[in-house]
């Protein structure tokens, strides 16, 4: 009984060179490395079902929730935060890492158990760490 010859296959050299090309433009078409763009700062007192302000509004009373929205366009990912601030004191530095594929919102609340001082607050976007926009609201006595 004769033995059949062992073939070995190399693959093409310029098939090496195509494949992580191939993979890279992949991962970049999928929308990973992209940065998110923000589209618009929104706040009011509630929020619809895709997480946008319902009611947009710069005016509080001191019991309500503030939410605010920021809209980003088409796919990325990054951190989303917001600093709010009452003068020239921070309250509160929240923030979300985020990825999709397409437009969105993202949203931030900022409640008190005992209320807000009446007064002028700045909530202040941040996408990763540079800051992108900054909203101005007054808390004032209910009429």
Request: proline share 6%.
């Amino acid at each position: 009984m004769s033995k059949l010859p062992r073939i070995q296959f190399q693959p093409m050299p310029k098939l090496r060179a195509i494949l992580p090309a191939l993979l890279l433009l992949c991962v970049v078409g999928c929308g990973s490395g992209r940065h998110l763009q923000m589209t618009a700062i929104q706040l009011g007192r509630s929020l619809n079902s895709d997480k946008t302000v319902s009611g947009i509004t710069t005016v509080f009373s001191p019991d309500d929730s503030i939410f605010l929205s920021v809209l980003t366009g088409g796919a990325g990912s990054g951190t989303i935060g917001v600093k709010w601030t009452y003068g020239s004191r921070v309250i509160d530095e929240p923030k979300k890492q985020v990825t999709y594929n397409q437009a969105a919102a993202t949203d931030f609340r900022l409640q008190s158990a005992g209320g807000f001082p009446i007064g002028e607050y700045t909530a202040e976007v941040f996408i990763d760490g540079q800051s992108i926009g900054t909203r101005t609201f007054h808390v004032e006595r209910p009429r």
